[in-house]
């Protein structure tokens, strides 16, 4: 199983990017891109929400629900997981880092409603992943994520430099520039053998 | 059986996890959200020890002073401004809004806005240190054909309590409890502050408001509370021999009313232009009184603006409207105050009037520090 786990790894980060190629994620991705340093620091909130909550949800799962044929409860059981660690990373970046929390604004308590977060910790299950492999999953999934917004905000900070196409707009602009993004991720598929 | 047992199952399990997510979010609060005790240090003239992580206006009213505020610690009414001279962290996007950069930058901050997270120099308003609860008992409430409610309340408590012409309370919806955090709305106050034991409110009802409603259905005898006074749109010795100009537009009246009666009682005569601005004739709920007092007082100028003119009915003589100046409140003024005149302006009432009415004055010749101002 070893040998699986850094093309796993891999796969989250580029070919299997949860932004870029499954779409998930996206209102952050463009609302939280303007800025570089917001985009870091809200990449590291959803890694580490993602990392801990696919964890938790995994072990929910496999020595709650499964064995009591309650599996229909795990959208419920892993919103409200994901709404708790959020909670609670809220009032440690409050804590401990004020200037982040104030820079973060109404998006903290939105990494709760990333669907990204939710959608790993519902792939891990699907693909029938164990212990060891979703904690691996939902961490290259959170740093593809990262990745995603990073380059993101460091093409819309270039943005500045040109001029596109008026009709399209600020919002059509950016999301011009995540499909074309989307595009150069696609190219990579089949670089890593899951 | 076995689906009620799963039924039974499966609602314990959530309950279960959410009771112990519950247990988990309290107990990191109760372990990281733990800041200690700091020093708030008021008008560099006295220093508080104040509980850590709670906001700057819950630290100030913990101590008893009464700062203004009816937003519940919203950033939303930009009332609880003070300034702050030291720590106090960045600014929040909610004073980016309601503050100037200028005055951000001298360090004018919002109470509710300002966590106290370490040690804080601040100092207070001068109202607010001044500003007691006051208990009254409502003597009458009278609606107004415009949706104006005009209520009147006897001081109760304390004895002797006082205000200044255009100054306002907030009105509270219950007794206020220390520590708690009341629903209040600030109300000008409009009646003369030479019987300051009677107090005139002009109260807009608005449907569906959280306040309104509620004021607007006292009947005499009932107990209304509030603290005050509060506001610097007041007139000072160094004001006299000035010309004095009111601008008021709906229920911003009420203080210009306050202002006029006042100076009534005195002995000094500035003149005095009021400029009132609403929709319709109707609006403009105290017209007739302030008709007669121009009558009788040479130095009261009123000029009633009205968007809307009364239509000519059959028994009119023709001069319907006539005594109306047409168009927004600002244009009269634009129009009939004359340039240069040494003046200071009170003015309240909707935010872009009294936005409005700034820049016309200025213009005019009057200085910043003369132009005085409450919004709606």
Known sequence: MSGVLPGLFLAAIFTDNIALTMFLGLCPFLSLSRNLPVAAAMGFSVTLVMTVTAVMDWILMRHFLMPYRLEYLQFLVFILVIAAVTQVLEAIIDRYSPRIYGAFGVFLPLVAVNCAILGVSLFAVFRDYGLVETFVYALGSGIGWTLAILIMSGLRRHLVFCRPPEALGPVGTVMTLASLMALAFGCLSGLVAR | ?376
């Open chain 2, 1 to 376: 059986m076995a689906a009620l047992q799963e039924i039974l199952l499966a609602v314990l399990l959530v309950e279960a996890m959410v009771g112990g997510l519950c247990v988990a979010i309290l107990a990191v609060r109760h372990l990281v959200c733990r800041w200690p005790n700091v020093p708030l240090h008021l008008d560099g003239t006295e220093t508080r020890i104040v509980a850590g992580g709670q906001s700057l206006l819950a630290a100030v009213r913990g101590e008893g002073y009464l700062l203004p505020g009816s937003c519940g610690g919203r950033g939303t009414c930009g009332i609880c401004r003070l300034q702050v001279r030291k720590g106090g962290g960045d600014y929040a996007p909610a004073e980016e809004v309601l503050i100037s950069p200028d005055d951000l930058r001298a360090g004018l901050r919002l109470a509710c806005q300002v966590r106290v997270r370490g040690e804080i120099e601040a100092e207070l308003p001068a109202d607010a240190r001044a500003a007691t609860f006051v208990r009254s008992l409502v003597s009458s409430r009278d609606p107004l054909p415009s949706g104006v409610h005009r209520l009147l309340v006897r001081v109760v408590e304390p004895r002797g309590w006082t205000f200044a012409a255009g100054q306002y309370v907030q009105l509270f919806r219950q007794r206020p409890i220390p520590g708690d955090e009341p629903l209040t709305r600030a109300y000008s106050v409009a009646s003369d502050p030479a019987c300051p034991e009677t107090i005139e409110f002009h109260i807009q009802y608005v449907p569906g408001g959280e306040m309104t409603p509620w004021l607007c259905g006292r009947s005499p005898g009932d107990e209304l509370w509030f603290s005050g006074p509060y506001g610097g749109m007041i007139l000072s010795d160094a004001d006299a021999g000035k010309q004095i100009v009111c601008v008021a537009g709906g229920v911003g009246f009420a203080p210009m009313k306050s202002v006029i009666l006042s100076l009534a009682g005195q002995a000094s005569r500035q003149t005095l232009w009021l400029f009132a601005g609403a929709a319709t004739p109707a609006n403009l709920y105290d017209h007739d009184w302030a008709v007669g007092m121009a009558a009788r007082h040479p130095w009261f100028v009123y000029v009633p603006c009205v968007q809307a003119l009364p239509e000519k009915s059959a028994n009119d003589s023709g001069e319907g409207g006539k005594e109306f100046e047409h168009g927004l409140v600002t244009d009269a003024l634009e129009r009939r105050f004359p340039a240069g005149t040494p003046a200071v302006a009170l003015l309240c009432g909707p935010e872009r009037m009294v936005a409005a009415a700034r820049l016309i004055l200025a213009g005019k010749g009057l200085e910043l520090k003369d132009i005085r101002a409450d919004t709606l």
